[in-house]
């Protein structure tokens, strides 16, 4: 079993950043994947990054060049790096680890973008 615990959420201007973390409960040493995902009312929850064990990264193609995915090992943490934000990118946005053959959430983290 694995806890995550999003943090770093908020209420930014349009523009501005935000930096996602994403503390598991154990070593991400060995995930098969990890990623961040975002879900506003009433739509599907969507993929917004990924990073495969190997360190190849995928994102969404409305977030590509202004999102960045890393992790933090010796932290067993992710993060997502969240720049020039658009009011469009609120969400609540849920980190994801998969531990093949499972695969664990994050409780959610709030994003809002507005002036």
């Known amino acids: 079993q694995v806890q995550l615990v999003e943090s770093g959420g908020g209420l930014v201007q349009p523009g501005g950043s935000l930096r996602l973390s994403c503390a598991a409960s154990?070593?991400?040493?060995?995930?098969?994947?990890m990623g961040w995902y975002r879900q506003v009312p009433g739509k599907q929850r969507e993929l917004v990054a990924a990073?495969?064990?190997?360190?190849?990264?995928n994102y969404a193609d409305s977030v590509k060049g202004r999102f960045t995915i890393s992790r933090d090992m010796a932290k067993n943490t992710v993060y997502l790096q969240m720049n020039s934000l658009k009011p469009e990118d609120t969400a609540v946005y849920y980190c994801?680890?998969?531990?093949?053959?499972?695969?664990?959430w994050g409780q959610g983290t709030q994003v809002t973008v507005s002036s």
């Open positions: 990073l495969s064990s190997g360190s190849s990264t």
């Open positions: 154990r070593s991400i040493f060995s995930v098969n994947a």
């Open positions: 994801n680890l998969v531990i093949l053959p499972w695969d664990y």
